[in-house]
């Protein structure tokens, strides 16, 4: 990651995020690393990342042709759009002010929203996930950035 923002930000993202909501729908598996990708490209590499003609080739990198291909044809229709509405829409009124929001229900079947990937390691504890041993052998993510 670069000290940098990347070039023209902050960058319209609805393409983009319309393009992974059809991911989501053709391919939900790959849409982590499709995002990883995207974020590589835009904050490491500092590319753009706004328009299809700079993300669709990061899109067809990652993925195989006929996906790549299905997202490219399929994030301009009306069920990427409406699903990528209803998806703001619910994160709206959940409370999301930012990104990254998570939403997490733990095993009493409480939920707690999340701001920040700071808050990483508060999401996995409130989950009651298991902290893996630290380098120093104590306990593990004293530090997520």
Avoid at 100 to 111: D, E, H, L, S
Wanted: net charge negative.
């Amino acid at each position: 990651m670069t000290e940098q923002m990347p070039p023209g930000w902050p960058q319209s993202t609805v393409a983009v995020l319309r393009a992974l909501t059809a991911l989501s729908i053709i391919a939900p598996e790959r849409v982590g690393d499709v995002l990883a990708a995207l974020y590589h490209a835009s904050f490491v590499s500092q590319q753009r990342v706004a328009t299809p003609e700079e993300f669709l080739p990061i899109f067809s990198k990652v993925l195989m042709n006929n996906t790549a291909e299905a997202v490219a044809a399929q994030y301009t229709d009306d069920e990427a759009k409406k699903l990528l509405i209803a998806n703001t829409d619910k994160a709206i009124q959940s409370g999301a002010f930012g990104l990254p929001w998570f939403v997490a229900t733990n095993g009493a079947g409480k939920t707690e929203c999340f701001w920040g990937f700071d808050h990483l390691g508060q999401v996995a504890a409130y989950l009651g996930l298991e902290r893996p041993v630290g380098r120093d052998g104590g306990e593990g993510w004293k530090a997520l950035l």
